[in-house]
């Protein structure tokens, strides 16, 4: 028998986001700390949604090429399952923040060709996990959550990276069975398209998104 498909709803900002997660049976939530998204938390609001995620959620923190002092003061105060890295970070920037805060790391690699693969085997070797997103567009202001998806026949036939991996960009509760079906991935990653508006999660939409990755 296949195991579920694992879903992670990024960028929750009120008790209702991850009440909505919960129950539809999320396996994680993210918050976002990255001042130009508007789904950015401060470390206070994320501490005190953090106290609201019941037990079997887990809680990630998304930073995009955050500092040493960032970190510290995120880890400081929000308690975490797991950091997100969203940025430019090198391998070994990965492997400093494993040793530094003992926490799971997974980094987000953007695709947006071929030439772009290697790069998800260069990061297994340190992160524990690989959230394998969209490359955002040139200038873009945000370096995921654009609602961008990259061409998924990329990764066709090749689910078996040595590390877990989740898939992200441009998922949404229409498009998520296909992009299963296609990459084979066993984690799924969401942001803008369980969203009414930039920012504001839909509750429905997050039902609707879970329910479709048992489709
Ligand atoms: O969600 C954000 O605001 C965000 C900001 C900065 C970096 C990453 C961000 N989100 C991540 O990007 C993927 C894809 O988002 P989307 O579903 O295409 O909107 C998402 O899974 C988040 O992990």
Not at 108 to 137: H, N, R
Request: hydrophobic share 45%; with cysteine.
């Amino acid at each position: 028998m296949s195991q579920a498909v694992s879903a992670k709803i990024c960028g929750v900002k009120a008790p209702a986001d991850i009440a909505a997660a919960a129950e539809a049976g999320a396996r994680y939530v993210g918050f976002v700390f990255f001042p130009k998204s508007p789904r950015c938390l401060t470390v206070e609001q994320a501490a005190t949604l953090a106290a609201e995620v019941p037990l079997g959620v887990a809680k990630v923190a998304l930073t995009v090429n955050a500092t040493d002092a960032e970190l510290d003061e995120i880890t400081r105060a929000v308690p975490l399952d797991m950091l997100q890295l969203h940025g430019t970070e090198s391998p070994e920037r990965v492997a400093e923040v494993k040793a530094r805060y003992g926490l799971p790391v997974m980094k987000a690699i953007g695709i947006a060709d071929a030439e772009d693969l290697p790069q998800i085997e260069l990061y297994s070797d340190v992160a524990d996990q690989l959230l394998i997103d969209a490359k955002p567009p040139k200038n873009a202001d945000l370096p995921g959550g654009n609602g961008l998806a990259f061409d998924w026949r990329l990764l066709a036939g090749r689910k078996y990276w040595q590390k877990p991996w989740m898939l992200a960009g441009g998922l949404t509760p229409d498009n998520v069975a296909e992009a299963i079906r296609m990459t084979g991935a066993r984690q799924v990653d969401v942001s803008s398209g369980v969203e009414s508006a930039p920012g504001v999660k839909d509750p429905e939409r997050i039902a609707a998104f879970v329910k479709s990755t048992t489709a």
